[in-house]
């Protein structure tokens, strides 16, 4: 952690001060897992300020840190600190504008807005990371594998969802990544169909998107299945989907982008007719965010590097008929990914 700070602090210029609003860097950079927290740091200081509930819980996770209690208004604490500076960095996309204002008053310094200082760095992951990372995939498949038992005709939407969040829980989880979506039948056709109060019925397919939480890290995976015999067109729709998926896989490698990798599952999927059918990006990049960097889209020029860990995730969405999805979550390794989503990916029939 004293790395990922040191390595912020080469970026900033002198009298420039870099003050860490979003939690998500706050804890990459402390490793402070509270929820009030801050990092305020320039070429050579670097301190960690939070209120009094956290200050012992402070001394234990921030260590390479100088802690500092601060004042009622936090701003007043980061004035008095950075007394001298020219320019205080805020992170744009985090800080309100009714904050910046509040700030600006405080200091005689410029507060200029900016954008992914932290992000950056944490595209790439290090083996700790990639630990935690693994283990919220396993959770998943794990869970999973024994929700399948429960799929059948009459159970909701949302029960599934609920018996899963109790499986990752219980396996290690401390929350789930964001609200599941179990989209059967019709539904299929939302890519974002959170758990509804739909009831399951015959021959439906079911899209359960769904990821843990482990030590801050996210997982995510998609598997679509088939309850009963299940639709044979859907069938078809499947196999298209899942070809797209593992070519994409295999094309993922250091030094291909993000732009390269869509292309392969997107030209699979358009040369057989529902190119209009796959309205979102191949991918994205997970971590202490459910999506974070990089992106794998029409748009990516992002070029992929050891230790990335993204998914790769296409689907087919057919309004009034259904859908289909599969996303892996896997590790951009030299020579090739490493996919941490172990689930099968044969078309599993449930009844
Ligand atoms: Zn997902
Ligand atoms: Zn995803």
Known sequence: MEKRVEK?????????WFFVTDPKNVRYLSGFTGTSGYVLLNQ???????DFRYAEQAKLQCPHLEIVIHKPIVFDSVAELTKGAKTLLVEASNLTWENYQK???KLASAVTGTKDIVEKLRIVKDQKEIALIEEAARITDEA??????FIKPGVREKDIARELEFA????GASQVAFDFIVASGERGALPHGVASEKTIKAGEFVTLDIGAVYEGYHSDMTRTVAVGYGDGFLKEIYEIVLKAQEEALKAVKVGKSGFEIDKIARDIITDLGYGDNFGHGLGHGVGLDIHEQPRISPQADTILEENMIITIEPGIYLPQKGGVRIEDLVVVEAEGA??????????????
């Open 338 to 351: 490493r996919r941490l989503s172990l689930s099968s990916k044969e078309l599993i029939v449930l009844c």
């Open 144 to 149: 999973f594998l024994e929700v399948c038992d």
């Open 103 to 105: 700030l600006q008053e």
């Open 8 to 16: 912020i602090q080469a970026e900033l210029a002198p009298f420039q």
């Open 44 to 50: 050579s200081e670097a301190y960690f300020l939070t």
């Open 168 to 171: 990752m829980k219980r396996k």
